[in-house]
């Protein structure tokens, strides 16, 4: 059983455009949601997280949209630049669990 | 900035052989983990570690793995007798604090089987 859900699998954004990622859960114990960022031969690195008290997180150009009744929740890059080509992969986990559950990952491509 | 660090970085291995990837955590890091991923797969959970023992580990994680903080500084994964499947990256991560904070990653193990 897949426990995040993770669309779409590639995304190309124009640069100075928005670029929207997806992820749906199933547990509803789950109550912390990062989003990692992963560069070609390095490993992911936390990039924006949030706790589900909050409908919305903003850091910068990267906010993550939060729906605890739908069990969604989603990464929006502003104004994204090439810089931004990576693959991003949202996660989840709860307070007393033992691993993060990750998403299936999306390479992002932003075109100069 | 503090860090995750992995070695060696690329491994190749004959299938049947035993490999050893190390890890050296951050240092007031509490909880220890593996994930593997496979290339352009997701990352997927291999096992947890505190307090010098396995807390949780995924139905990956089977007789062939082992894992040890030999000298509380490293953590290894063992592979006993490897077989082509296990071709992936190894990414070993730690935590201050176990749910609701940053894991951080290392850059990752390559490990071929041929």
């Known amino acids: 059983q897949q426990q995040v859900k993770q669309s779409p699998q590639s995304l190309i954004v124009q640069k100075g455009g928005i670029s929207i990622i997806n992820c749906a859960y199933e547990n509803t114990a789950f109550d912390y949601f990062p989003w990692y960022q992963q560069f070609p031969g390095k490993g992911p690195a936390l990039l924006i997280a949030?706790?589900?008290?909050?409908s919305e997180k903003k850091e910068g150009r990267f906010t993550i949209s939060f729906n605890k009744s739908a069990k969604q929740f989603s990464l929006h890059i502003m104004d994204s630049q090439p810089g931004d080509s990576a693959t991003y992969f949202c996660?989840?986990?709860?307070?007393?669990?033992?691993?993060?559950?990750f998403g299936t990952g999306t390479s992002l491509t932003v075109i100069p | 900035e503090p860090e995750v660090t992995q070695t060696p970085s690329h491994q190749v291995t004959q299938m049947g052989q035993e490999v050893i990837l190390r890890c050296v955590p951050i240092s007031n890091h509490l909880y220890f983990y593996w994930y593997r991923q496979i290339l352009g797969q997701k990352v997927e959970f291999l096992v947890s570690f505190y307090n010098n023992e396995i807390s949780e580990k995924s139905e990956i994680f089977d007789d062939q793995f082992s894992v040890e903080r030999p000298d509380g500084s490293n953590f290894t994964l063992k592979i006993r007798s490897t077989k082509l499947e296990d071709s992936a990256m190894y990414f070993c991560a730690s935590h201050v604090d176990r749910g609701l904070t940053e894991a951080f990653f290392g850059q990752g193990t390559r490990l071929t089987v041929v």
């Open positions: 996660a989840a986990s709860s307070l007393f669990g033992n691993q993060f559950y």
């Open positions: 949030i706790r589900p008290d909050v």
